[in-house]
């Protein structure tokens, strides 16, 4: 009888370099027709970025039908305007150059509509100040802190910083953004108690400001943990992100959501120091390190891995002795958080049949690409 090879196990691995980011095509594809799936029409999506940076990934969401983003960085903003992106969403306050350079991309742009925060009214004028000295307008999202304690300004004190930005030149409020990442309960039923009960002074303030400013602004809302909860709301935009490549924080704390994994980090033993250790090429420069030593990579092929050591270019484990690990063994793991692995890495990877066939750029994780 053949032997089944797992999913992610690739036939040709002796020509990847380790420690390495793997993508796995098909699943990205899969991740992204089941996010579409889950919601009435693709309009309403509008996914952060900042999970994959890269042009690639965007042209694939982009065939799929998704044609609104958000992101956090300049370079992020950038990158989507040279892939085509129309709609492209800064989800961050431009304070000191930023402002600038986001005119400046604007200019560059000028067929994209771009838009960002603003939760003061002295950063909103001088981002108005920005752009009214080139003549321009940029669309703002009045950042509301619903309970993260980040940014934003609490709901009840959001209609005031309206009516002060409404008489800005060069700046127009069309929207409110109210990120909610905190809410990670793995009860389904309390993480949407808390959602709705922080969404309700969300709703309230666009009720309030519509009614006596004779708008209708628009709403931004949530990231991936509460996406299953805000995509059953038909008048707001959703801003899932780590969907595109999931991770193991994610599979285990949202069990209602059926995402693949579809990034994964490739390592190599590369020394035997002790009977029943092992040292493997993982990195803090090569795997997202914030979180407890037993929390940052899981292995499919190697689960009985005891994490002991960690440091900037090697990742020590403990064996169970069952095993008999021999030095230039692969290890193909699951990063517990898959965001921040991304951005240590400035090429993925691109896996597909179980072969690697291509490379992919994760242009963004730069601070600067051009502007």
């Known amino acids: 009888m053949k032997a089944v090879t797992e999913w992610y196990v690739i036939r040709n691995v002796e020509e990847i370099d380790s420690p390495a980011l793997l993508i796995y095509k098909d699943r990205v594809k899969n991740n992204i027709d089941t996010l579409i799936k889950t919601i009435d029409h693709a309009g309403r999506l509008r996914p952060h970025i900042k999970t994959h940076k890269s ?8 065939q799929a039908g998704i044609k609104k983003f958000k992101c956090a960085t300049i370079a992020e903003a950038e990158m989507l305007a040279n892939t085509g992106a129309p709609d492209i969403l800064l989800a961050y306050q431009p304070v000191g150059p930023k402002a600038a350079r986001l005119a400046e991309l604007a200019e560059s742009f000028s067929k994209v509509k771009f838009s960002c925060l603003i939760d003061n009214f002295s950063s909103a004028s001088h981002l108005a100040n920005v752009f009214s000295t080139i ?3 940029i669309a703002v ?22 009516e002060q930005c409404h008489a800005l030149k060069g700046l127009t ?51 991936t943990p509460t996406y299953s909860i805000h995509c059953k709301r038909k008048e707001i935009e959703c801003s899932p992100g780590t969907f595109v490549y999931w991770d193991k924080g994610y599979d285990a704390g949202l069990p209602e959501q059926q995402y693949k994994f579809a990034a994964l980090v490739l390592s190599r033993v590369i020394s035997k120091p002790s009977e029943n250790m092992i040292c493997v090429d993982l990195g803090h ?29 090697h990742m020590v484990f403990k064996t169970d002795g069952k095993k008999n690990y021999h030095v230039g063994d692969v290890l193909y793991g699951v990063p517990h958080h898959i ?9 993925a990877y691109v896996i597909e049949k179980q072969h690697f066939t291509d490379y992919w750029y994760n242009i963004s994780r730069n601070r600067k690409i051009t502007i």
């Open 285 to 313: 420069k090569a795997i997202a390190s914030e979180n407890p030593l037993n929390n940052r990579v899981y292995f499919l092929n190697a689960g009985e891995l005891e994490p002991v050591g960690h440091s900037e270019e």
């Open 141 to 162: 999202y009045i950042d509301l802190n619903v309970g993260m304690n980040r940014t934003g300004i609490v709901p009840e004190s959001a209609s005031a910083l309206f």
């Open 339 to 347: 965001c921040p692995t991304v951005a240590l890495h400035d090429q």
């Open 55 to 62: 042009a690639e990934i965007t042209q694939v969401m982009m």
């Open 173 to 223: 409020v069309i929207g409110l953004h109210a990120y909610d990442g905190h809410l990670r309960d793995a009860d389904y039923e309390v993480r949407k108690k808390r959602c709705d009960d922080a969404f309700a002074r969300v709703q309230k303030l666009k009720t309030d400001i519509d009614q006596k400013f004779k708008t209708d602004l628009l709403i931004v809302a949530g990231g």
């Open 135 to 137: 003549h321009s307008n």
